[in-house]
């Protein structure tokens, strides 16, 4: 009997074989930094993939920062992320699926310079890297 059950639970499954997609490449954090007159970013170059862009607004306003394709005319449709409003003296965070490109990281307030952010061509997969998210 015993013979019998493993025989029947070793047939189940599909006959489909599983393919295994490599891992995307691991999440590259980048720091902004929003003062009065300048908006500061490091680094200011990254491989394509996704970024997390974390933010201290150290203006006196509250600021809504996005991070955006700088480019006029392009083939491709531009890409655009927006952190919520961050309050003064406050953190805050925007993640972007980033392709190669130039971008700038701006506020609304024009009298604040707005940071150019140059991504590069996309970086390795994470396959083969032990502890990533």
């Known amino acids: 009997m015993t013979v019998t059950l493993v025989t029947v639970a070793a047939g189940c499954g599909g006959q489909d074989r599983r393919v295994n997609e490599p891992r995307p490449a691991p999440?590259?954090?980048?720091?902004?930094?929003?003062?009065?007159?300048?908006?500061?970013?490091?680094?200011?170059t990254v491989?394509?993939?996704q970024i997390v862009l974390v933010i201290s607004n150290q203006s006196g306003q509250p600021q809504r920062v996005t991070f955006r394709t700088d480019e006029l005319g392009g083939t491709r449709g531009g890409r655009t992320a927006?952190?919520?409003?961050i309050p003064a003296k406050a953190t805050g965070r925007?993640?972007?699926?980033a392709r190669e490109g130039r971008y700038s990281v701006s506020v609304a307030d024009e009298a604040i310079r707005?940071?150019?952010v140059f991504v590069g061509p996309p970086r390795k997969s994470g396959q083969n890297q032990v502890l990533l998210p």
Do not use: F, M, Y
Not at 30 to 38: E, I, K, N
Not at 94 to 97: A, F, P, R, S, V
């Open 82 to 85: 927006s952190s919520p409003v």
């Open 114 to 116: 707005a940071a150019p």
């Open 47 to 49: 491989g394509a993939g």
């Open 94 to 97: 925007l993640t972007i699926d």
């Open 27 to 44: 999440l590259v954090n980048l720091t902004a930094a929003v003062q009065d007159d300048v908006i500061r970013v490091s680094p200011s």
